[in-house]
């Protein structure tokens, strides 16, 4: 595609519930990055994918959260018992390669209830 | 201390003045980022570089590898620039585009 694409846009879910958002990068981009940006607390690195492989899982803040991409391109965050704190804004960023310029999605706004 | 501070934290300009943001780090860098961020916007990357300047139109970013320190400038300031600017670091050791961000700069330019 044209650029990264998030989905879904926003999503409302009850405290409890499993979450999965879905990033698309850019054609070609082998490096997904996965950030979150909560209120207060500012952008923070959550995962890192080259290709298929996930070299860097660091950032993700509790065993609640996984990701996973398939066939270079697609990723999926999942977020399993979503828990009010986990209310925030996950963006996905690709770039063609590790340290090269960045490509930012729209994002997805989570709000746990 | 935080490893990536910005200054200042809120900025008002008249329409046309000149205006600066200063990032600081003090982590070892493969890359420093420049990003803007509209309200209830995305992210777009404005900068990425890693020695000396690079200027795109009226935007403006250096940075000084032996300071640790970056500035983005804006020339002729437009209401259209009114943003967050966030500074972003990539750790050197790493080599990728897992950064470290400065917690922004909100700019608001009045007509």
């Known amino acids: 595609g044209a650029g990264v694409s998030q989905s879904p846009s926003n999503k409302v879910t009850e405290k409890g519930k499993d979450v999965e958002l879905r990033c698309d990068p850019i054609?070609?981009?082998?490096?997904l990055y996965w950030y979150r940006q909560s209120l207060g607390q500012g952008l923070e690195f959550l995962i890192y994918?080259?290709?298929?492989?996930?070299?860097?899982k660091s950032g993700l803040p509790s065993d609640r959260f996984s990701a996973e991409r398939t066939g270079g391109s697609v990723s999926t965050l999942t977020i399993q018992r979503t828990q009010q704190e986990d209310s925030a804004v996950y963006l996905c960023?690709?770039?063609?390669?590790?340290?090269?310029?960045?490509?930012f999605g729209e994002g997805s706004r989570l709000t746990v209830l | 201390k935080n490893e990536v501070e910005q200054s200042p934290q809120n900025l008002t300009a008249q329409e046309g003045e000149f205006i600066t943001i200063n990032c600081s780090y003090s982590v070892g860098i493969s890359a420093l980022h420049w990003l803007q961020q509209h309200p209830g916007g995305g992210i777009v990357s404005l900068f990425m570089?890693?020695?000396g300047k690079k200027k795109h139109g009226r935007l403006i970013a250096t940075i000084n590898i032996q300071e640790k320190h970056s500035s983005l400038h804006i020339t002729a300031s437009h209401p259209r620039d009114s943003a967050v600017y966030i500074c972003?670091?990539?750790?050197?050791?790493?080599?990728?585009?897992?950064?470290?961000f400065g917690t922004g700069t909100l700019l608001a330019v009045q007509p």
């Open positions: 994918f080259q290709g298929n492989s996930a070299p860097d």
């Open positions: 054609s070609g981009h082998t490096a």
């Open positions: 570089l890693s020695s």
């Open positions: 972003a670091v990539g750790d050197n050791w790493d080599a990728t585009n897992k950064l470290i």
């Open positions: 960023a690709s770039s063609f390669e590790n340290t090269g310029e960045l490509f």
